[in-house]
């Protein structure tokens, strides 16, 4: 059995978050994967607050077990999103794609724990100084809106930089992943692409397929342009638009090629025109499965490793 802190502050049986994926990680997979043990996590994405409101409710009739929201702070909504939460009182808000700070005072006043996804040792301070309860430490390796630095690097600089848990985000996928992690000093993990090919994740069929059938170097990194890097997997899409940030067309309309390109992945399953985001370690998810199976299996994996951890060691 692992058990680590993490289990305890949150009261979850496994230290593992499913991450937050806008237009993917909805009640359905959050109940399923806060069901299994870990902690399941809705994505407020670009979404108004009353679709947020619904899911909220909609998860908390489906669990009774902790679960949180995910708060993209780039969304134009973010403030509308942050009331709601508050009001409906959820166990953890998780954010990412900025600093949350100006939103923490009123998240801890209403008693939600706040962990905020850091990909630097300087927003990972920041967060401790304004209460954060964990962070995350997202490296590179990660689907979506990426930092600069890998995994590997970033959460031993994190685990020494701030007292608080850290949970390792980017390139895990596997029980050999959250060993690694754990060697790395981090008490958690949160994994997204594993869980997006699960049976509960109601992504479109066509997603899925795009995860399970990519290899090692299938996703690529576009939006550096903007100030917005972000990893997808490659598809006409992706090299298009990577093509399109190094030739003469203005940054407005490299913008506008990008708008709605994730809802066309992940709710129409547009092969050709869509944005499909996903980590590196895309390359070894070759099964879907039950949230609750991917966690047991996971954890099962971590434990062999953990135990042999020794076996150089003379
Ligand atoms: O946020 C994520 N992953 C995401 S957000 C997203 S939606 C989106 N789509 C297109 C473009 C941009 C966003 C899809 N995937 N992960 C957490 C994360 N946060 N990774 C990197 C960061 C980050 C980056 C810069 C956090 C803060 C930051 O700057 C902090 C500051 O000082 O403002």
Known sequence: MI????????GIEYPIFQGGMA?????????AVSNGGGLGIISAMNAGGDWLRD?????KSMTDKPFGVNIMLMSPHVDEVAQVVSEEKVAVVTTGAGNPTRFMEQWIAAGIKVIPVVASVA????AQRAGASAVIAEGGESGGHVGDLTTIVL???????????????GGIGDGRGVAAAFMLGAVGVQLGTRFLVANECNVHENYKK????????????TGKRLGHPVRQIKNQFSRNYFKAEYSSISDEELEKMGVGSLYKAAIEGNEKEGSFLAGQISAIVNKEQPAAEIITEIFAEAEEVLK???KWVK
């Open 210 to 221: 795009k995860v399970l059938k990519a290899g090692d170097v299938d996703t690529i990194m």
């Open 3 to 10: 058990k680590t802190p993490l289990c305890e502050l949150l």
């Open 23 to 31: 237009w993917i990680a909805d009640a359905d997979l959050a109940a």
């Open 155 to 169: 959460v031993p600089q994190i685990v020494d930089a701030v007292e608080l848990p850290v949970l390792a985000a």
């Open 55 to 59: 899911q909220i409710r909609k998860a």
């Open 123 to 126: 927003l990972a301070k920041m």
């Open 308 to 310: 042999g951890a020794g």
